[in-house]
């Protein structure tokens, strides 16, 4: 790997913070070294954070996922686990600049991007009100959203690959009503929420998937793109996985430069 862009007058004095979540049967260490191309030709402009889900999917492998889906996937186990060991993770580890999630983490990724908007729109206080009047009518057994977004979720930017919209029931409301024309692709499984404080999830996201991607439909992975403001689309020609040639890495650059500028003027 050539060394062009760690030149002294290109390093910048403060690098973004990117926390990474892997794909269901992986963990961090697989993910890293999955990643490694991306992370070597990007270590002038970010640190990358790595973790593991919390629970365990084969002890011996010490692969993981963030939750468990039931056979309809309309319940995620697990996800209350999950949002409180993020928290912890978010606080203990934290501030991070960006999230970048693959395939399953890709779809937490998605989630934690939405809750990030409602926290950072100029209106908090009423999209906490929207939140705890959703919490209290839930009837979905214990399935409940944290009672308070919490600040320390606050995100600038989103990088997806290969993701989805969740299909679990409690994590609706944490998508915006489609629009005509770009829900009529979309699985009828997925819904969203008429109730959600904003038009579309404001956090910025840069959306990856590959035409020849077996495992998540480039479908799918488009109608995700639809709940975000202004979402950067980036279609490869591979399968489920995250590409790394030049062009590939210079696209995720180009992405991430606005928020490198915003962070060396912090």
Known sequence: MDNNHSSESTTPTKKLRILCLHG???NGTIFKSKTAVLRKSMKDIADFVYIDAPHIVDESKGTASWWRASKDGK??????TTIDYLRKVFI???????????????VLSGLMCSISSLINDSDHHQNNNYHNHHHHNNNNNNNNMPLNFDECFSLKFGLLFSGFQSRATIHQSLYPASSNESSGSCESSCSS????????????TLHVWGKADELVSATNCECLSHH?????????EHGHLIPTSKIDIQNYRDFLQRFLRDC???
Request: net charge negative; proline share 10%.
């Open 24 to 26: 269901y049967k992986q």
């Open 264 to 266: 060396e003027l912090e």
């Open 193 to 204: 929420n008429p109730n959600y404080p904003l038009a579309k999830i404001t956090t910025p």
């Open 228 to 236: 975000f403001s202004s979402p950067n689309c980036y279609v490869h």
């Open 75 to 80: 319940e995620y186990r697990g996800w209350e």
């Open 92 to 106: 203990n580890q934290g501030p991070f600049d960006g999230i970048l999630g693959f395939s399953q983490g890709a």
